[in-house]
T-cell receptor, first 112, second 116 residues
Framework: GEDVEQSLFLSVREGDSSVINCTYTDSSSTYLYWYKQEPGAGLQLLTYIFSNMDMKQDQRLTVLLNKKDKHLSLRIADTQTGDSAIYFCAEKAASGTYKYIFGTGTRLKVLA | GAVVSQHPSWVICKSGTSVKIECRSLDFQATTMFWYRQFPKQSLMLMATSNEGSKATYEQGVEKDKFLINHASLTLSTLTVTSAHPEDSSFYIC????????????FGDGTRLSIL
């Protein structure tokens, strides 16, 4: 099956690190993505990682990929109140149709 | 770069009318565009994939006569919800990718459709 799962909620204090986890099932996925969605808005691409990489860092964001366990994580350093949003991971289906399979989304709440 | 514009952002209309939503890639040529539907507090559900100059490919369970998709140019795709009913009320989001296979999908800001 093609399921991408995430925990539903995460609450952290401002200044702490946030870690959002994602598990996927398609081992042949080529790219994995993290998107952010603020209320009433579309999805904003945060970062993505190619499947032959283990880690990618982009300013406050660090993506870790464990292909063996099909586990993807997004770490946000020094989390700010503006980071409060829903975060979706997505895997690019390997069928060649460019379709993505989205996770269930994690609602991050940052407490001041 | 890679800006996708979606219009309108919010529309309210009476049951039975048809509503057209536009999705434009502003600074790149979008060979493929996607239309999603999102229910409150849920993830995105892919409705259809449209390629420029060809018929859209609809996901299972999506009525193609209900949700008409046109992708007439490399920068514009439209979704028309025909004879809309209250159950069609939802948040509709489009995305687009360019010519290179490793480019990510870039999303519009979504359209909130409310049918009275």
């Amino acid at each position: 099956g093609e399921d991408v799962e995430q925990s539903l909620f995460l609450s952290v204090r401002e200044g702490d690190s946030s870690v959002i986890n994602c598990t996927y099932t398609d081992s042949s996925s080529t790219y994995l993505y993290w998107y952010k969605q603020e209320p009433g808005a579309g999805l904003q691409l945060l970062t993505y990682i190619f499947s032959n990489m283990d880690m990618k860092q982009d300013q406050r964001l660090t993506v870790l990929l464990n292909k063996k366990d099909k586990h993807l994580s997004l770490r946000i350093a020094d989390t700010q109140t503006g980071d409060s949003a829903i975060y979706f991971c997505a895997e690019k289906a390997a069928s060649g149709t460019y379709k993505y399979i989205f996770g269930t989304g994690t609602r991050l709440k940052v407490l001041a | 770069g890679a800006v996708v514009s979606q219009h309108p952002s919010w529309v309210i209309c009476k049951s039975g009318t048809s509503v057209k939503i536009e999705c434009r890639s502003l600074d790149f040529q979008a060979t493929t565009m996607f239309w999603y539907r999102q229910f409150p507090k849920q993830s995105l559900m892919l409705m259809a994939t449209s390629n420029e100059g060809s018929k859209a490919t609809y996901e299972q369970g999506v009525e193609k006569d209900k949700f008409l998709i046109n992708h007439a140019s490399l920068t514009l795709s439209t979704l028309t919800v025909t004879s809309a009913h209250p159950e069609d009320s939802s948040f509709y989001i489009c995305s687009a990718i360019g010519r290179l296979s490793n480019q990510p999908q870039h999303f519009g800001d979504g359209t909130r459709l409310s049918i009275l």
